[in-house]
Antibody, heavy 126, light 109 residues
Framework: QVQLVQSGSELKKPGASVKVSCKASGYTFTSYAMNWVRQAPGQGLEWMGWINTNTGNPTYAQGFTGRFVFSLDTSVSTAYLQISSLKAEDTAVYYC???????????????????WGQGTLVTVSS | SYVLTQPPSVSVAPGKTARITCGGNNIGSKSVHWYQQKPGQAPVLVIYYDSDRPSGIPERFSGSNSGNTATLTISRVEAGDEADYYCQVWDSSSDLNWVFGGGTKLTVL
């Protein structure tokens, strides 16, 4: 069965960096785009962007450029989200989420998210 | 950028029908997806492409989309349906972007 298992909660100081992992199993990792979604405390869902798991090419939504980096290790079917220069407002739960359908000839076609990781709480506090 | 508007809250008695709306400019021309999120849990896809149901989602969940409003309908509401619900569309107009509505808290009275 499909599973996305994320790394555990993190407590970081402002200015530090954090790397969240999302290990996939139960499907062909390189056939489906991986999305990242942020949810601040008590707030709604915000799409951060996606990564083409075939080419490694990331796309970042507005507001998530510069300090946010998506990466992959396809040998272990794992996607990563790294956030640098952390700020208090980065405190949130971060989710990875898999596309419902495969990429087409290596190109991401926007699809809803059928499987989500359990979420990783990143807390930024001095 | 494209904006999706949901009512912050909807309340319904058990056994009745809940309707959660998602408003957007000419949303009927887009495909709408719906997620259910219970406290402390990840979202779950309950309706995709306006009205399709993933396997494992009860038939009580249905969706429609026309004009400027998409609607998630939950029939014969149960206590376990109490959750936040989010609509989602792909905005291909300006920034290529997934857009979520602000979410609706469904309370089962």
């Amino acid at each position: 069965q499909v599973q996305l298992v994320q790394s555990g909660s993190e407590l970081k100081k402002p200015g530090a960096s954090v790397k969240v992992s999302c290990k996939a199993s139960g499907y062909t990792f390189t056939s489906y785009a991986m999305n990242w979604v942020r949810q601040a405390p008590g707030q709604g869902l915000e799409w951060m962007g996606w990564i083409n798991t075939n080419t490694g090419n990331p796309t970042y939504a507005q507001g998530f450029t510069g300090r946010f980096v998506f990466s992959l290790d396809t040998s272990v079917s794992t996607a990563y989200l790294q956030i640098s220069s952390l700020k208090a407002e980065d405190t949130a739960v971060y989710y990875c989420a898999k596309d419902l359908e495969t990429m087409v000839r290596g190109v991401i076609i926007p699809e809803p998210f059928d499987y989500w990781g359990q979420g990783t709480l990143v807390t930024v506090s001095s | 950028s494209y904006v999706l508007t949901q009512p912050p809250s909807v309340s319904v008695a058990p056994g009745k029908t809940a309707r959660i709306t998602c408003g957007g400019n000419n949303i009927g021309s887009k495909s709408v997806h719906w997620y259910q999120q219970k406290p402390g849990q990840a979202p779950v896809l309950v309706i995709y492409y306006d009205s399709d149901r993933p396997s494992g989602i009860p038939e009580r969940f249905s969706g429609s989309n026309s004009g400027n409003t998409a609607t998630l309908t939950i029939s014969r509401v149960e206590a376990g349906d109490e959750a936040d619900y989010y609509c989602q569309v792909w905005d291909s107009s300006s920034d290529l972007n997934w857009v979520f509505g602000g979410g609706t808290k469904l309370t089962v009275l």
